[in-house]
């Protein structure tokens, strides 16, 4: 079965940096794009970046210049590196792969951004 399961997520004050990353099983890794998302307390999901399976890369204009997705096919991970953090950006940080049996989601990192 598909599983994702989120790690690398924690407390940081503003302007540094974090590193999540995103464990994927049960899929073809290769073939599929890979996404991270975001819900902030009382806010709705927002998609943060994607990778698609040609490494072509998407990121929500809050986040341009400062985070960046990549993907190893190899290890079938997603790291998504955070720099210049925000307290806005802080959240549960999900991983996400829509699969020919359904849309796939891990269970979360909390990433909390504050002084």
């Known amino acids: 079965q598909v599983r994702l399961v989120e790690s690398g997520g924690g407390w940081v ?3 540094g940096s974090l590193r999540l990353s995103c464990s994927a ?3 073809n890794f290769r073939l599929y794009t890979m996404a991270w998302y975001r819900q902030a307390p009382g806010k709705e999901r927002e998609l943060v970046a994607r990778i698609s399976s040609d ?3 998407d990121y929500a204009d809050s986040v341009k210049d400062r ?3 990549s993907r190893d096919n190899v290890y ?3 790291p998504l590196q955070m720099n ?6 802080t959240g549960v940080y999900f991983c996400n792969v829509v699969h ?3 849309v796939f989601w891990g269970r979360g990192t909390q ?5």
């Open 13 to 15: 004050q503003p302007g």
């Open 25 to 27: 099983s049960g899929i």
């Open 55 to 57: 490494s072509t890369k």
């Open 67 to 69: 985070f960046t997705i």
């Open 76 to 78: 079938n991970r997603v």
């Open 84 to 89: 210049s953090l925000k307290p806005e950006d």
């Open 100 to 102: 020919a049996n359904g």
């Open 111 to 115: 990433v909390t951004v504050s002084s």
